[in-house]
């Protein structure tokens, strides 16, 4: 089995190409979309969703049979057809177009896997277990859930817009890094979770300007 290397992927504008009309494929789609990527759907046949979203224009439909010139545009292919052979011919022509392709529920076709993600605004929490138990990796998401609820999606954006500030008050690399380390290991995102605005607003310039 590989030895994977997790990266997270910018697709905004990025040429997507799903073959494949059924649910997998819409789950697939939608998470796409999600990205801001440009989605083209090939397959005689869609669902509902699906069927919307190309009535809507969010997606293009190629209605027929995958066909290899379908790739020529494409940054990332997925291939969520229910026919193996159609899916080991999409792996090889992605692959011998050097293109990022995945077969969904076949790694050994795939030289990228998806992993259970789980997300709270810019937070996005990866889990794979290389292919080995997507059930594992679907579990420990959900155990996660309860750990990082959704007061982290404000807490994160809290950091960001903090970076300003940070770098303009403390010039020392360790200095920053030991504020970064206050900040993350404080109780700001309980006081966001309860709804205790005016608490974690103090605490945060309290954390800022400890130490100055």
Not at 10 to 22: A, Q, R
Not at 79 to 97: C, M, P
Request: net charge positive; proline share 3%.
């Amino acid at each position: 089995m590989a030895n994977y290397y997790p990266l997270v992927l910018d697709l905004t504008d990025k040429e997507c190409v799903v073959i494949g009309g059924g649910e997998v494929a819409c789950r697939k789609v939608t998470s796409l979309l999600a990205c801001q990527a440009k989605v083209t759907t090939v397959s005689p046949a869609l669902n509902s969703q699906l069927r919307d979203y190309a009535i809507n224009k969010r997606i293009i439909h190629i209605e027929r049979e995958y066909r290899k010139e379908d790739l020529k545009d494409a940054f990332l292919v997925i291939g969520a057809t229910d026919d193996r052979s159609v899916n080991v011919k999409i792996a090889n022509d992605a692959k011998g177009l050097g293109l990022l392709v995945n077969i969904v529920d076949s790694p050994d076709l795939s030289n990228f896997l998806v992993p259970a993600s789980l997300r709270r605004g810019k937070l996005i929490i990866g889990i794979s277990t290389s292919g080995a138990s997507p059930a594992l990796a679907k579990k420990i998401r959900k155990d996660l859930e309860d750990i990082y609820g959704e007061e982290y999606a404000t807490f994160v954006d809290l950091l960001g817009n903090l970076r300003p500030k940070v770098f303009s008050r403390y010039k020392e690399e360790e200095e920053r890094r030991l504020l970064w380390k206050r900040l993350v290991e404080s109780d700001i995102p309980k006081l966001i979770k309860n709804g205790k605005d005016t608490e974690w607003k103090k605490r945060i310039e309290e954390l800022i300007s400890e130490g100055l």
